[in-house]
């Protein structure tokens, strides 16, 4: 399995978030159920015992979904009951109140259960995602929806509200975690099973990863999937390989040649894409964490999925201004952007999206998402109030949170209008700003 987020907390602050999350993350009151009707998909688990980081605990989930009606916790489940196992993830996040999970769809017995989830291909490796320091709540839908619009896999993603252990949680968003799989990370075909890789930081790795650093930059590289216990030494020799001599060749003399230089051994069109969206976003962690490749077609190097949206699109404002180049001092990028073709091909893709109005789509979607979010962020704020960096006053009235939630969204779209225009104007000499 990829790691969604990098290295554990030190091991003092574990315990002590471990013993916090025993009492918050407990089991349930038998018969504890909140109150609330919405029209967004409701997920109410009761766990076993204590929800912690590693390991997975035991859990009960069910799924409420009837679309066009009003759903309660208390309904019959119609999109899925059964049993799940379930633990907190991330790194940094896990300081915040608000967690966010890892967990698996299983049988009776434990073992792993593919279902299809609120519209998305059956699988059994899921994330309920926080969205906590995210005061739109929609960043990692934003960018995923972005990039399976331009044709590539993202993760599919649903808003939902959760009830954990009898207590209202908040609003989430189920998404599919990254591996390998027909309907994720498709395999090159049918002489490879493929492989994911993580392109992280030293500062990042856990302790249990297995990985290996590129020979120039002596950037880690992280087995997501497989692990490399889970292949041979001769295959993990090879996926090594790969990466370095493409590293090798793009940090060479002649890396700008169409047949001898990088692009020879890298998906041009995904890279393109790949930094294109994350130029366009801002994704402060861009290749230095949560970035991935993949065995593309005919063994070439694909880049993707986008994973890790959180601190992107002007989250914090005072971090991420729309305007600025995100990725011209990264690790590779850095001489792609030294190549005229490279910068060519974004500037030919840019105005083949501009032309299809996929900026203004995309700012459509973010309103129709922030209507549909309207009344089920008001009881998210109350639960946590919390917009974004901001801290909210306690016990503040309605119409106050959703003005407060509007202007945030609002503060999103603004910035992507600014970002947008900066790219265009900019786009054509990025390598030299």
Known sequence: MPRSVAARPPRALALALIALLAVALGPARAGAQPSFATRLPIVVIDADGPIVDEPKVGAAMRIIHRAGRLNRPGDPANVYRGRIEIEVRGQSSQRFPKKQFSLDT????????????????????WVLYAAYNDGTLMRNVVAYRAARRLGGYAARTRYVELVLNGRYWGVYVLMESLKLDGERVASPGEDSDGWLLEYT????????DTWFRTPVTRTPIVYADPERDEMSPAQARAIAARVARFERTLYGRGYRHPTRGYRAQLDLPAAVDYALLYELFRNHDAFSASTYMHEGRGGLIAMGPLWDFDLSMGNPPALLPPRGCSLCDRRWVSRWYDDPAFVAAMRARWTELRRRGFVRRMIADIERDARALAPAQV????????????????GAPEPALRAAYRAETARLTAWLRIRSSWLTANLPRIGRL
């Open 106 to 125: 299983v049988d009776a017995r434990g073992e792993n259960r593919n279902v299809p989830l609120l519209g998305m291909p059956a699988e059994n490796d």
């Open 201 to 208: 930081t030293t500062g990042k790795l856990d302790a249990g």
């Open 379 to 394: 009881r998210n704020l109350r639960r946590w109030p919390v917009l974004g960096y901001r801290p909210l006053p306690a």
